[in-house]
């Protein structure tokens, strides 16, 4: 009589989640050091502002004043975070040797893609509330009290859905040499086309376009509403459009992780760093 084989062990989706968000601060993420953190939520934002403030100041377009310039670049630095903590988590794992491991793994694929990215959204959230410090209290971007809730969730909207965007972008760098050119290039396509600077309405209707796709897009809008205390309407919507693509990147990267995973397979660029 023989003796039915134990089923083989395979931790819970939200312990594999929780212990990969514990873990890939000293690992994946072990390029954030303390004064990386440091320099990436207070020095690098007050910077930003500091530049395109003056900019605006010597533009002395009324559309893109300077408290215009300084709240759209006080959302956009969750940018630093979210996507080149993220993304560069794929570099990481094929620099350290783990990348063969991580795939043979019988863990859930989407739990350990997720779990990494518990930290950044946290880490978002300080850059942001940071970035908009300064952009109440140095530059003194009028804000009424009403208005603060309103202006949390859509930070909190607005971190979680661009760490769903570093997601994607983490999942299409499996199949290249290096996330750091891409997340590069989505850094800069974010100022130019979300209305960080000027309002969207200025670029070519297919730029327009192009710019409603990424989330930062509608995470600006989302702050700037709240900040200028629309009505709850307005927000809702600029709030649902803000999850809805973060929902969106989030299903997108993982099925792109499942894609590219393969062609990093048939490639060899799985290991190629």
């Known amino acids: 009589m023989t003796t039915p084989s134990a089923p083989a062990l395979r931790p819970g989706w939200l312990r594999v989640l929780r212990t990969n968000a514990e873990i890939a601060p000293k690992t994946t993420l072990g390029f954030m ?6 320099g990436m939520v207070f020095i690098l934002p007050f910077l930003q502002m500091v530049f395109f403030a003056y900019v605006a100041g010597l ?9 215009y310039v300084v709240l759209g670049n006080a959302v956009a630095t969750v940018t630093y975070a979210s996507i080149f903590s993220v993304a560069q988590t794929t570099d ?13 793994s019988p863990s859930q694929r989407g739990a350990l893609y997720l779990g990494r990215g518990v930290v950044p959204v946290l880490l978002s959230l300080a850059t942001l509330g940071a970035a908009l410090s300064y952009a109440v209290f140095v530059f003194h971007v009028p804000i009424t009290w009403g208005a603060v809730l309103p202006a949390i969730i859509s930070v909190a909207l607005t971190a979680g859905a661009m760490v769903g965007f570093g997601l994607l972008l983490g999942g299409v760098a499996l ?27 200025y ?12 989330p930062l897009t509608w995470g600006v ?8 205390g629309a009505g709850i309407s307005t927000l ?6 803000t999850a809805l693509e973060g929902v969106v990147s989030y299903v997108l990267a993982m099925g792109l992780w499942h894609v590219f995973e393969e062609r990093a397979r048939s490639t060899g660029s799985i290991v190629r760093f």
């Open 33 to 38: 050091r303390f004064d990386f953190i440091l």
């Open 59 to 67: 533009a002395g377009n009324p559309q893109a004043s300077v408290a």
């Open 92 to 104: 990481s794992e094929k620099q350290q040797g783990t990348m063969e491991f991580l795939l043979v």
């Open 175 to 201: 199949y290249l040499r290096t996330s750091i050119i891409l997340g590069n290039i989505f850094l800069f396509c974010g100022l130019l086309l979300s209305g960080v600077n000027f309002p969207v309405s």
């Open 203 to 214: 670029l070519p209707f297919p730029l327009q376009v192009a710019g409603e796709l990424f």
């Open 221 to 228: 809008a989302a702050v700037r509403a709240a900040v200028d």
């Open 236 to 241: 809702a919507f600029y709030w649902g459009m």
